[in-house]
């Protein structure tokens, strides 16, 4: 084999790599914008159906008992996370603090 065929061989050997690497980037980039085209539609879904939900009476919520039953354990489950985590959380806009603070830093509201 001659150094002109090897030098070819080698040539033609990294143009391949490239042009697959350069595939597989672009592969990898369109996977990552998909998924993350894919959440954001899932939580615009998630919060229409929220929204509906909360736009519902009393009385059709309850048809809903498995929503209510989930928010209630979540709930349950973060208020225990805040006792873990001796944090309490703001009345007037939700924002968690911890056990030392007495003004939320978001509104300035005192915290019981």
């Not at 369109?30 to 539609?41: E, G, I, R, V």
């Amino acid at each position: 084999m001659t150094i002109d065929k090897i030098k070819d061989q080698l040539l033609s050997a990294g143009k391949y790599v490239s042009e697959n690497a350069t595939l597989a980037t672009s592969k990898a980039n369109l996977k990552l914008t998909l998924k993350t085209k894919t959440d954001a539609l899932n939580n615009l879904y998630a919060e229409v159906g929220r929204e509906h939900f909360n736009s519902l009476s009393k009385k059709e919520q309850k048809e809903y008992k498995a929503i209510m039953d989930l928010e209630e354990e979540i709930s349950k489950i973060n208020s225990d996370l805040d006792l873990i985590n001796e944090t309490k959380v703001c009345s007037k806009c939700g924002t968690k603090v911890t056990k030392s603070i007495t003004y939320c830093p978001e509104c300035g509201s005192k915290v019981n």
